[in-house]
């Protein structure tokens, strides 16, 4: 049972959300050594399913405004309270020292957020974490800063590469410490830290909860020669530009016409109306299965049905990029052979010719000539997605991983058994 006396305030961008099942895992991990955890959760999702874990968290929930003229009332009633707080006139000149720097309307609808959030934690609220490093961070320091807390964040993708480097800098030197998911976003923060702070960053993998997950399917031997049973491609990931989907549809178009397959995908995603309209003009569409989002035990079962899995990913436009793709790891968990692009964290997983393929991103045409020579090889795809499986198994696995993060909240082996036993 979990220390009713110190409580440790979450802070989420949205929740529940089935493209965030690694947040959720991470959740019910911490609360499994014993961790008290409230969640405050910046919107409400639309995801119309849930991920079973999501039902195992104990952890209440609550809702800020995610815009402020929605709970006026709520908004003006944190603001007059959090007047009253010790740390409420040191956070607003931090916010204004933001603002001026970033003049978005966002920025104050962050500090509105952050008045309710500071208002409304009960009194055995001890610390502040948050997950990613742009807006949840800032409703985070801001709370923290009323309320004279420590915080700490988890950073990941997006909000790495896309805010400012000044914001992050200031971030890393406000919070107690600080944690990433792959080394390349781990090297980059580091050379953004103040002289001194460095040290409170460190690399905490995802990490793959392997109880969840079936042993691998005995996969049969298709070579791309059968149209009565055709190779079967699938990806899994949302329709967005740093995915890499639009590089996709275009090396299938260049596979050679002996080569019978289809390409089945799971996610939703701003682009997926784009994709399905090029997906036409290419002449793919008949080809192709778009299941739109799906819960996990959906996600599982077309992995098991796949004979190779690819993820085309890219750095878009924004700097938006993948980190480590928690979908490449599900894969491996049923020893799915993997084809991606060296972009980000993903060789730190995928090693190339070892426990997958990786081809340069933004090329359809290497691409298209992997995806062919893997086809043709059943041989190889069941080596590599054996080995991509046995390195998730020795150094992937969610054990393996919650381990150091666990310990920067003070909870250690023993007292994880401690824990269990009262």
């Known amino acids: 049972m979990a220390d009713e006396a110190r409580a440790i305030a979450v802070v989420l961008k949205g929740y529940p959300r089935l493209s965030e099942t690694f947040i959720a895992q991470e959740l019910h991990a911490l609360e499994q050594h014993g961790l008290c955890l409230r969640l405050y959760s910046l919107r409400d999702p639309t995801d119309g399913a849930r991920h079973p874990v999501h039902e195992e968290i104990a952890a209440p929930v609550t809702y800020l405004p995610e815009y402020l003229v ?18 409420f006139f040191p956070a607003l000149r931090v916010f204004l020292k933001d603002w001026w720097r970033e003049r978005d309307v966002n920025r104050g609808r962050r500090f509105g957020q952050a008045v309710v959030l500071a208002c409304e934690m009960p009194p055995d609220v001890t610390e502040i974490y948050s997950h990613f490093l742009h807006t949840p961070s800032s409703v985070a320091r801001y709370a923290a800063i009323m309320r004279r807390l ?14 400012p480097a000044w914001e992050k800098s200031e971030k890393i030197r406000d919070a107690r410490w600080g944690t990433t998911c792959t080394a390349a976003n781990l090297e980059h923060l580091r050379s953004l830290a103040p002289r001194g702070h460095q040290a409170k960053l ?66 939703g995603g701003e682009n997926a109306a784009a994709l399905r309209q090029l997906a036409d003009r290419l002449g793919l569409a008949e080809r192709i299965e778009w299941r739109g989002a799906q819960p996990q035990g959906e996600v599982i079962g077309l992995l098991r049905e796949g004979d190779l899995f690819v993820l085309a990913s890219r750095i878009d436009k924004s700097g938006d990029r993948d980190g480590l793709p928690n979908v490449l790891m599900e894969a491996a968990s049923q020893a799915l052979c993997c084809l991606s692009t060296s972009v980000s964290a993903i060789p730190e997983f995928i090693l190339d010719k070892q426990t997958g393929c990786l081809v340069p991103p933004e090329d359809p045409d290497a691409l298209a000539q992997a995806i062919a020579q893997l086809a043709k090889n059943p041989e190889m795809r069941f080596s590599l997605g054996q080995a991509a499986r046995t390195r998730l198994v020795t150094s992937f696995s969610k054990d393996a991983c919650i381990r150091s993060l666990a310990a920067r909240f003070g909870i250690n082996d023993n007292a994880r058994d401690a824990a269990g036993s009262r």
Not at 236 to 265: E, I, M
């Open 150 to 163: 420590s915080w700490s964040f988890s950073a990941h993708a997006k909000d790495i590469w896309t805010i």
């Open 70 to 87: 929605d709970d006026p009332l709520r908004v003006v009633k944190g603001l007059l309270r959090s007047l009253l707080l010790p740390g």
């Open 202 to 267: 460190f690399l905490s993998y995802h990490g793959l909860d392997l109880a969840r997950f079936p042993p691998p399917p005995v996969r049969a031997a298709r070579r791309g020669d059968d149209p009565d049973d055709p190779l079967r491609i699938v990806s899994v990931g949302r329709a967005v530009p740093k995915k890499g989907y639009d590089v996709l549809l275009d090396a299938l178009s260049r596979l050679p016409a002996s080569l019978y397959w289809r390409f089945l995908h799971i996610g």
